[in-house]
C-alpha cells in the first residue's frame, strides 16, 4: 500500500456507494431540516413558510430565499425552557450511560472469562431482549414500576417496605428504562474489547507484584479503552435524544430534550422550532463523535 | 554446594481431571544454576513451571523457596519472576513502563526505579529504546524487553518458558549465550523450559527430562547425552541407535545381547536386567564406526550405504544393516568421513563401552 495508484472505476464505485448513501439519507433530509428551520410557522399545509417551488418564476424564488432567517436559532437560544431540556437531557443520559457501564463492566468481563464453549451463549443470551419489540419492553416496565406493579407488591408482601415506592412517573423510573434497554450496546462492546485481551498478560501483571485489583486498573481498563469508548457513545447519543422512555416512564416534570422536539412538531405543530431544537441536537452530538474519531485515528496511526 | 537449595519441590503433584500432569515430582535446584527442564509436548514440564510461579496450585506435596514454604503464596508474593513464551509484554505502555512494572508495584522511589531501568536496558543492550511501544519492536527486542521486565526486581529465580522459541534459528543462536551471560551476571537461577534439546544442551548447567509428569534424568548436559538413564533419554537427547534385544550372558560391567533378528551385541549396563529379559541398547551416532566388511566381525553387522549427506564438517550416513535395521553413522572428515559412499558394503559396529543396555 505505498504507492498510490489512480482509482479503477470498480473502485471509486465501491467508494461512491456510500458517499451516496450519506448524500441520499443524512445530508439531504438534514438540507431539508435546515431550510424548514429557517422559515417562519404557518397555519398552511406544510405549516411553514416560504415553500418553494418554480411556479412563479425565478426571480420570486429568489425572493423567497431572502425571507429565510435565523430568527428560529435566536428563538430557541433565548428561551431557558430549551436549554433546561439540553441540560436535562444530557445530564439523565450521562448518568444513565455510567449506570449502564458499571453494570456492563462487570457483566461482559464474567462473559469474557467464561470457559469458551459458554461464551457464544452468553452473548445471545445478552442480547435476547432484542427479540421482543421495545415498546412491549418498556410497557412492561411500567407494569412492573407502578405504585400497584410488580416490584411494590413483591416488597411489600415480603415487609421490606410498608408503603408503595413511586418509582414510576419519575427520573428514576426513566433511568431504569435507558439503562435497560442500551445496556447490550454496552455489552458487546466491552465484551468484544474484554475477550481479545491476552490472559497471560494479567498472570505477567501478577508475577511482577500487581495485586488483583492492581492488575485490574493498570491492565484489564486501560487495554479495554476502546471498547470503553464505542460502549459510552452508543449509549450516550441515542439517549440523549431519547424519546419514547422519558414519554412513557417520566412523570410530567422529566425534562428531555426528544419529548420537547415532539411537542413543537405534534402538539404546536411549530415545524421550524422543532427542526431549529434537531439541530442544535444534532451538533451537540456530533462534537463528541468527531472527538472519538480523532482519538481512533490517534490510536491506529501508534 | 552445600546448605539448602533455592528451590525444593517436595512430591508435588498436580492433576487436571483424570489427567495427571505432575505426578509425586522432587527437585532441587541450588543458587546461581542455569537449570533447564527438557520434555516433548505434555510432559507436564509447563504445569511445573506454573506450579513453581504460583498460577497452579499443587493438588498434593510442597514447593520451598529459600527453605521457606510458598506453596499457598499467590504469584505476586513469590520472589520468583518468570519471562512468558509469548513474552506478555503490555502492548499499551512503552518499554520503560513496562521494565518499570514490577519495581512500581514495590512502591519504590522515581529516581531509584529511573536508574534500574536503566541499568536493565543496558544489561539487554537496549538503551536509548525505552519510549518505544512493544508494537515497534522486533521479535528479538521484545524478547530482550520480556528478560528485562523479569529480572529488574532481582529475583532469586527466575523462570523461562521456553524463551527462545518465537525467534529465527541465527537469532536463537546468538540469544542463547546472551542469556547465559545474564545468568552469569546476575546471578539469578534460571529455569528454562523447553522442548528444545540443543537449547538445554548449550545453555544449562544442569537438565532434567521430563516424560509423563515424571523426571526420568537429572544431570548435566555432558552426562546425560553420554550416559541416558532410560530409552526415552536416550532418544529425546541427541540422535541415537537403538537395538532391542533379550539378555543372553553377563559380560564385566554389561551384558550381551540377543537381537529378534539374531544379531548379539554387547554394551555397558548400569543395572542388573535378569537373562532373557528385555533391554534396550542405546549407540550415539558418532561412536559407530564403520570398517572393510569381513576384518572387525565383531559387535555389529555389514550393511549398504543407502544415503550420505555432508553437513558442518560431518558427513552422516544411513545404512541399512543385513538385519534390516536402519541405523545412522556419524563421521569428522578426518575420521574418514569422506571415503565412504553410496551403494558401498561397509561393517559397522561399536565399542561396548560406548553402548548402554537400557532395561527401561
Known amino acids: ?302 | 554446594m552445600g546448605g539448602a537449595p533455592l528451590l525444593r519441590l517436595a512430591r508435588v503433584t498436580k492433576a487436571y481431571g483424570h489427567l495427571v500432569a505432575v505426578r509425586d515430582l522432587s527437585l532441587d535446584i541450588p543458587a546461581n544454576e542455569f537449570f533447564a527442564l527438557l520434555g516433548p509436548s505434555g510432559c507436564g514440564k509447563t504445569t511445573l513451571m506454573r506450579l513453581i510461579a504460583g498460577f497452579e496450585t499443587p493438588d498434593d506435596g510442597r514447593i520451598y523457596l529459600d527453605g521457606q514454604d510458598i506453596t499457598d503464596l499467590p504469584p505476586h508474593l513469590r520472589p520468583i519472576n518468570m519471562m512468558f513464551q509469548s513474552y506478555a509484554l503490555f502492548p499499551h505502555m512503552s518499554v520503560a513502563h513496562n521494565i518499570a512494572f514490577g519495581l512500581k508495584q514495590e512502591g519504590r522511589p522515581h529516581q531509584e526505579i529511573t536508574a534500574r531501568v536503566e541499568d536493565m536496558l543496558r544489561l539487554v543492550q537496549m538503551s536509548g529504546l525505552g519510549d518505544r511501544r512493544p508494537d515497534q519492536l522486533s521479535g528479538g527486542q521484545r524478547q530482550r524487553v520480556a528478560l528485562a521486565r523479569a529480572l529488574i526486581k532481582r529475583p532469586k529465580l527466575l523462570l523461562l518458558d521456553e524463551p527462545l522459541a518465537a525467534l529465527d534459528r541465527k537469532l536463537r543462536h546468538d540469544t542463547q549465550f546472551e542469556l547465559m551471560q545474564a545468568q552469569r551476571e546476575t546471578g539469578t537461577s534460571f529455569v528454562v523450559v523447553t522442548h528444545d534439546q540443543d537449547e538445554a544442551m548449550v545453555m544449562a548447567h544442569r537438565m532434567a527430562v521430563m516424560r509423563a509428569g515424571a523426571i526420568d534424568q537429572i544431570g548435566a548436559p555432558r552426562e546425560v547425552y553420554e550416559e541416558p538413564a532410560t530409552r526415552h533419554v536416550a532418544g529425546f537427547v541427541g540422535e541415537t541407535n537403538f537395538f532391542e534385544g533379550r539378555v543372553i550372558q553377563y559380560m564385566p560391567g554389561g551384558v550381551e545381547i540377543e537381537t529378534g533378528k539374531g544379531l548379539r551385541l554387547e554394551a555397558l549396563c548400569r543395572e542388573h536386567p535378569a537373562i532373557g529379559s528385555k533391554v534396550t541398547i542405546s549407540i550415539r551416532p558418532e561412536n559407530l564406526r564403520l570398517s572393510v566388511p569381513g576384518i572387525f566381525s565383531k559387535n555389529g553387522s555389514a550393511g549398504e550405504i543407502l544415503d550420505h549427506v555432508f553437513r558442518e564438517g560431518l558427513s552422516s550416513f544411513r545404512i541399512k544393516l543385513e538385519t534390516g535395521d536402519l541405523v545412522h553413522v556419524r563421521k569428522s572428515v578426518g575420521e574418514g568421513g569422506a571415503q565412504h559412499k553410496r551403494g558401498e558394503r561397509v561393517f559397522v559396529s561399536f565399542a561396548p563401552e560406548h553402548a548402554r543396555a537400557l532395561v527401561k
Open chain 1, 1 to 302: 500500500m505505498s504507492a498510490r495508484a489512480p482509482l479503477s472505476g470498480l473502485r471509486r464505485m465501491v467508494l461512491a456507494a456510500p458517499a451516496l448513501w450519506l448524500f441520499l439519507f443524512f445530508l439531504a433530509p438534514f438540507a431539508l431540516v435546515l431550510k424548514i428551520a429557517l422559515s417562519k410557522p404557518a397555519i398552511a399545509q406544510p405549516p411553514y413558510e416560504p415553500t418553494f417551488s418554480l411556479i412563479e418564476g425565478w426571480q420570486a424564488l429568489w425572493d423567497k430565499i431572502g425571507t429565510l432567517s435565523f430568527d428560529t436559532f435566536a428563538l430557541v437560544i433565548g428561551d431557558d425552557l430549551y436549554l433546561a431540556a439540553y441540560l436535562s437531557s444530557l445530564r439523565l443520559a450521562a448518568i444513565a450511560t455510567l449506570l449502564t457501564l458499571l453494570i456492563a463492566f462487570p457483566l461482559s468481563l464474567a462473559m469474557a472469562r467464561a470457559p469458551k464453549h459458554w461464551r457464544t451463549a452468553l452473548v445471545m443470551l445478552a442480547i435476547a431482549p432484542f427479540w421482543t419489540s421495545f415498546l412491549i419492553r418498556i410497557y412492561a416496565w411500567i407494569m412492573l414500576l407502578k405504585e400497584e406493579g410488580l416490584i411494590n407488591k413483591l416488597l411489600l408482601s415480603l415487609g421490606i417496605i410498608s408503603t408503595p415506592l413511586s418509582i414510576f412517573a419519575t427520573e428514576g423510573a426513566v433511568l431504569i428504562g435507558i439503562v435497560y434497554s442500551y445496556l447490550p450496546f454496552m455489552i458487546l462492546p466491552l465484551y468484544n474489547a474484554l475477550e481479545r485481551q491476552d490472559p497471560s498478560l494479567l498472570e505477567a501483571a501478577s508475577d511482577l507484584g500487581a495485586t488483583p485489583l492492581t492488575s485490574f486498573w493498570t491492565i484489564t481498563v486501560p487495554l479495554a479503552r476502546s471498547g470503553i469508548f464505542a460502549g459510552l457513545l452508543l449509549v450516550f447519543i441515542p439517549a440523549v435524544g431519547e424519546f419514547v422512555i422519558p414519554d412513557l416512564l417520566g412523570g410530567s416534570d422529566t425534562l428531555m430534550i426528544g419529548r420537547t422536539l415532539w411537542n413543537e412538531f405534534f402538539d404546536n405543530r411549530d415545524w421550524p422550532t422543532a427542526s431549529a431544537v434537531a439541530i442544535f441536537l444534532l451538533v451537540l452530538l456530533i462534537a463528541p463523535l468527531m472527538n472519538y474519531e480523532r482519538q481512533q485515528m490517534k490510536e491506529a496511526v501508534r
